[in-house]
Nanobody
């Protein structure tokens, strides 16, 4: 089993920054990708980005490319989502997620039902 716990959400003005954290525990993660997804009210959950635990290779959705950065600290089993230049349309509940043996790029094409493990989510609200 894998447990994922997000933190770091909050309220920020447009143009501001936030950093989310996802602490992972349970099974080992050397061959996993860790992904970030988000879900705005009345919208489908969508892919934001992902990182490979082993290589640090990342993959991002076009909507956040250049503004968001994912990193990981293997010693702490923690993945981070640094969000800069935030926009009101970034407002959503943000979830970290993983599926054994998935690559970062493959997670971009996964739906909610394809993912094996989800965190509880953290709210990000960007005011205009």
């Amino acid at each position: 089993q894998v447990q994922l716990v997000e933190s770091g959400g909050g309220l920020v003005q447009a143009g501001g920054s936030l950093r989310l954290s996802c602490a992972a525990s349970g099974r080992t993660f050397s061959n996993y990708a860790m992904g970030w997804f988000r879900q705005a009210p009345k919208k489908e959950r969508e892919f934001v980005g992902a990182v490979m635990w082993s290589s640090g290779r990342t993959y991002y959705a076009d909507s956040v490319k250049g503004r968001f950065t994912i990193s990981r600290d293997n010693a702490k089993n923690t993945v981070y989502l640094q969000m800069n230049s935030l926009k009101p349309e970034d407002t959503a509940v943000y979830y970290c997620a993983t599926r054994p043996w998935a690559t970062a790029q493959a997670m971009a094409f996964m739906t909610k039902s394809d993912i094996d493990y989800w965190g509880q989510g953290t709210q990000v609200t960007v005011s205009s």
